[in-house]
């Protein structure tokens, strides 16, 4: 089992930046493909970025493209999240996920492990 705790959000201005952080517990040897979505209120949990266990590939979601960098911290465990040019349809609780994938999917279904979800809130 792999435990998860967000942290680092809170509230932007527009065209800010902002980075949250996934710290990771437990069998921390394991080869986890990391990720983060984000759910926004009366929507559907959407795919951020993902990262393989060996931080050699990422992915990104189209909301996320260009303005978002995903990475990973092995010796503090950790997966971070950097947001830039953020805006108010940003604004949302992020979560992170964890599982053994040898790729990195985009589906919430696809990952077992999540952690509380910390909230973005990006001001216009």
């Known amino acids: 089992q792999v435990q998860l705790v967000e942290s680092g959000g809170g509230l932007v201005q527009a065209g800010g930046s902002l980075r949250i952080s996934c710290a990771v517990s437990?069998?921390?040897?394991?080869?986890?493909?990391m990720a983060w979505f984000r759910q926004a209120p009366g929507k559907e949990r959407d795919f951020v970025a993902g990262i393989n266990w060996s931080a050699s590939s990422t992915s990104y979601g189209n909301s996320a493209e260009g303005r978002f960098t995903i990475s990973r911290d092995s010796g503090e465990n950790r997966v971070i999240l950097q947001m830039n040019s953020l805006e108010p349809e940003d604004t949302a609780i992020y979560y992170c996920?964890?599982?053994?994938?040898?790729?990195?999917?985009?589906?919430?279904?696809?990952?077992?492990?999540w952690g509380q979800g910390t909230r973005v809130t990006v001001s216009s």
């Open positions: 437990g069998r921390t040897s394991d080869t986890y493909t």
């Open positions: 996920a964890a599982d053994k994938w040898a790729s990195i999917p985009t589906t919430a279904t696809s990952y077992h492990h």
